[in-house]
C-alpha cells in the first residue's frame, strides 16, 4: 500500500541545487521500518544509489555524493527530500523515490515513478 511520488524541477542550471521532495502514502516516514532511498539513473548508465533517510531520522550517502548530497524529511507531511548542491550536466538523470522495508540499500520494493532531471544551462 506503500506510495511514493517524486516531485521537483525538470530543469536544473549548472552549479544551482536541485531539490527534490518525495511524497509517502500508506505508511509512515516516522514510525515504520522503512529506509527512505534517494536513487537516480543517468542515461545509458545503471542504477545509482544516492543515499537514505532511516525512519529515525539517521541518514546515509553515497561517499561520491556526500559532500554535496543532503537528505532531510518533514514527518508532519509524510515527506523526504533531496538536496544536491553544485549540480553539473553529469547530474542529468530520471531521479527515484524508493522505501526500502530491510535495510541501507538491501530491498527496493516501493518506487516512484521518477523524475527527469536535466542540468543544462
Do not use: H
Not at 521532495?21 to 500508506?26: E, H, K, L, W
Not at 533517510?53 to 556526500?66: C, D, M, Q, R
Amino acid at each position: 500500500q506503500v506510495q511514493l511520488q517524486e516531485s521537483g524541477p525538470g530543469l536544473v542550471k549548472p552549479s544551482q541545487t536541485l531539490s527534490l521532495t518525495c511524497t509517502v502514502s500508506g505508511d509512515s516516514i516516522a514510525t515504520n521500518y522503512y529506509y527512505w532511498t534517494w536513487i537516480r539513473q543517468p542515461p545509458g548508465k545503471g542504477l545509482e544509489w544516492m543515499g537514505a533517510i532511516a525512519y529515525s531520522g539517521s541518514t546515509s550517502v553515497s561517499p561520491s555524493l556526500k559532500s554535496r548530497t543532503s537528505i532531510s524529511r518533514d514527518t508532519s507531511k509524510n515527506q523526504f527530500t533531496l538536496q544536491l548542491s553544485s549540480v553539473t550536466p553529469e547530474d542529468t538523470a530520471v531521479d527515484y523515490c524508493a522505501g526500502d522495508p530491510t535495510s541501507w540499500y538491501n530491498e527496493l520494493d516501493y518506487w516512484g515513478q521518477g523524475t527527469q532531471v536535466t542540468v543544462s544551462s
